[in-house]
């Protein structure tokens, strides 16, 4: 066994770089992997890739799948529940209610394919609701202060305002 692979918190943080690594992700919880190498200069592959193990071994970092990217957090640092990709469509949806799996796909510029799933996963976990208007589905961010079947909506304040 190396230097380099002590065991405990203390000896993980004794090199610098890997000290660098270390304070950089504390202080940017959710920071990529090519964020990381770019921020701190780093050229070749491998040291970073090696340094991330060992601080993950040794319970200091934790890295979650963001899609395509793996995200990394400090130890105690709260993870973000929703994927970027998530996170994208729910604010897409909260800006323009009723919004459609076409116009979705349009503004966001992603397939129809990772829209439907992710309206799938969001409306699980009960951040969206799905309605029918005409022959189509609309989507809306739900609000738990409203009942999107009460009189008071807009949709129904429409149709009793003409």
């Given at each position: 066994?190396?230097?380099?692979?002590?065991?405990?918190?203390?000896?993980?943080?004794?090199?610098?770089?890997?000290?660098?690594?270390?304070?950089?992700?504390?202080?940017?919880?959710?920071?990529?992997?090519?964020?990381?190498?770019?921020?701190?200069?780093?050229?070749?592959?491998?040291?970073?890739?090696?340094?991330?193990?060992?601080?993950?071994?040794?319970?200091?970092?934790?890295?979650?799948?963001?899609?395509?990217?793996?995200?990394?957090?400090?130890?105690?640092?709260?993870?973000?529940?929703?994927?970027?990709?998530?996170?994208?469509?729910?604010?897409?949806v909260i800006a323009n209610p009723d919004s459609s799996k076409r116009f979705l796909?349009?503004?966001?510029?992603?397939?129809?394919?990772?829209?439907?799933?992710t309206l799938k996963k969001l409306q699980q976990k009960e951040l969206i609701g799905?309605?029918?208007?005409?022959?189509?589905?609309?989507?809306?961010?739900?609000?738990?202060?409203?009942?999107?079947?009460?009189?008071?909506?807009?949709?129904?304040?429409v149709g009793q305002d003409s």
């Amino acid at each position: 066994m190396s230097r380099y692979d002590k065991s405990g918190s203390a000896a993980a943080l004794e090199l610098p770089l890997r000290s660098e690594i270390f304070n950089l992700v504390k202080a940017q919880g959710g920071i990529t992997y090519t964020e990381i190498k770019r921020k701190l200069e780093i050229t070749g592959n491998g040291g970073l890739a090696y340094n991330l193990r060992v601080l993950e071994k040794n319970r200091l970092l934790r890295s979650f799948s963001d899609g395509h990217y793996k995200r990394f957090y400090a130890k105690g640092q709260q993870v973000n529940e929703l994927t970027t990709v998530e996170e994208l469509i729910l604010n897409m949806v909260i800006a323009n209610p009723d919004s459609s799996k076409r116009f979705l796909a349009e503004k966001i510029d992603y397939s129809q394919g990772t829209i439907n799933s992710t309206l799938k996963k969001l409306q699980q976990k009960e951040l969206i609701g799905m309605k029918k208007i005409g022959k189509h589905y609309a989507y809306y961010a739900v609000d738990t202060a409203v009942d999107p079947t009460s009189p008071d909506t807009i949709d129904n304040r429409v149709g009793q305002d003409s």
